[in-house]
């Protein structure tokens, strides 16, 4: 029962330009979500959360929309740099339990 | 470094044997959390204290994984009878009590484990 799911496993972008990676999730009792950053080998590097009662999160370059009617978030990534290359996960979790994890969106950032 | 270590970085054994892996968190998180990785998937969850108490376990931690974590400190993860099914990439991550809400886990580099 994959409660967070990533429907695009990759993602090829010119350097410079725009990333979007897009999560949905099934869950209405979650009120955290989180990205991760993961390179081969490595364990995964926190990037931005958001929590429940916002809409949006910005970090520099990385920015979290959460669209809770739709079950939704996205993150962008703005101007998108070669050293961006990696694979991308949404994660999730409810009244500080357990995070359940997407199973990834690997991006390529094209020089 | 203060962030999660975990140790070893890479185990190789073999089926049947037991092993055992040892993570140290983030000195003043006392949120740790155990998930397991495998190619292509996510990381899924396998078990989770809070200081000394196990708080969840996942119906995937079978009777041949236990977790510790004595004194609210380092926790180990052992792995009794080892399968060819437990290779995986095994990571702790550690957070602060999320109180009334959720704090960020941070990671540490995992242990990778192949069963030959």
């Known amino acids: 029962d994959q409660q967070v799911k990533q429907n695009s496993p990759s993602l090829s972008v010119q350097e410079g330009r725009i990333s979007i990676l897009n999560c949905d999730y099934t869950n209405s009792m979650f009120d955290y979500f989180l990205w991760y950053k993961k390179y081969p080998a490595e364990g995964p590097t926190f990037l931005i959360s958001?929590?429940?009662?916002?809409d949006k999160n910005e970090d520099g370059r990385f920015t979290v929309f959460l669209n809770k009617s739709a079950k939704h978030l996205s993150l962008h990534i703005v101007p998108s740099q070669p050293g961006d290359s990696a694979v991308y996960f949404c994660?999730?979790?409810?009244?500080?339990?357990?995070?359940?994890f997407g199973t990834g969106t690997s991006l390529t950032v094209i020089p | 470094d203060t962030g999660v270590s975990q140790n070893p970085r890479h185990k190789i054994t073999k089926r049947g044997q037991n092993v055992t892996f040892r993570c140290d968190p983030i000195s003043e998180h006392n949120r740790l959390y155990w998930y397991r990785q495998t190619l292509g998937q996510g990381p899924e969850f396998l078990t989770y204290f809070q200081n000394e108490a196990q708080l969840e376990k996942s119906r995937l931690l079978s009777d041949r994984f236990s977790a510790e974590r004595p004194k609210g400190s380092f926790s180990t993860l052992e792995i009794q009878r080892t399968e060819q099914g437990d290779s995986a990439m095994y990571l702790c991550a550690s957070s602060t009590d999320p109180g009334q809400g959720t704090t960020e886990a941070f990671f540490g580099q995992g242990t990778r484990l192949t069963v030959v």
């Open positions: 994660a999730a979790s409810g009244y500080g339990n357990q995070f359940y």
């Open positions: 958001i929590s429940s009662i916002k």
